[in-house]
């Protein structure tokens, strides 16, 4: 059974690939630079919770795989901030689960950083929206 620690780590490698390929199929540049910084934090988190995850079993979790592209920016921006939203409730009950306060760090900086891009995927559907 996948940890709720090995959950994460496998959705921010996820996500940190599919904002990159949604940075490389946008053409705007001031969104480029949104989708850059998403996919950034995205890439912290991973690590964050990588090397919690070594600290506490002596190893990395492995084997995780690329996702399959997406088809259509539109599905997927509004797929991206569904699970932004989600993945902020998610962390903030492992904030809460985690004893001590250097073990939940990484986690209610990753809910912070989530509930952020759903800001900031909220106004890039609401550009591409008025642009189509």
């Given amino acids: 059974m996948m940890s709720d620690l090995e959950k994460a780590i496998r959705d921010e490698y996820q996500a940190y690939y599919l904002y990159r390929q949604l940075e490389k199929e946008t053409d705007d540049r001031r969104w480029k630079e949104v989708v850059s910084h998403i996919y950034e934090d995205e890439k912290a988190h991973y690590e964050m919770f990588q090397q919690l995850y070594f600290l506490q079993n002596g190893r990395y979790v492995t084997g995780i795989e690329k996702p399959k592209p997406f088809t259509s ?14 993945a902020a409730d998610f962390y903030k009950t492992l904030v809460l689960r985690y004893a001590t306060p250097k073990q939940a760090t990484p986690f209610w900086i990753a809910m912070h950083d989530e509930m952020e891009h759903a800001i900031r995927l909220q106004g890039y559907i609401h550009w591409y929206d008025e642009r189509s």
Wanted: proline share 0%; glycine share 0%.
């Fill in 73 to 86: 920016i539109r599905e997927f921006l509004f797929t991206a901030w569904e699970d932004e939203l989600e």
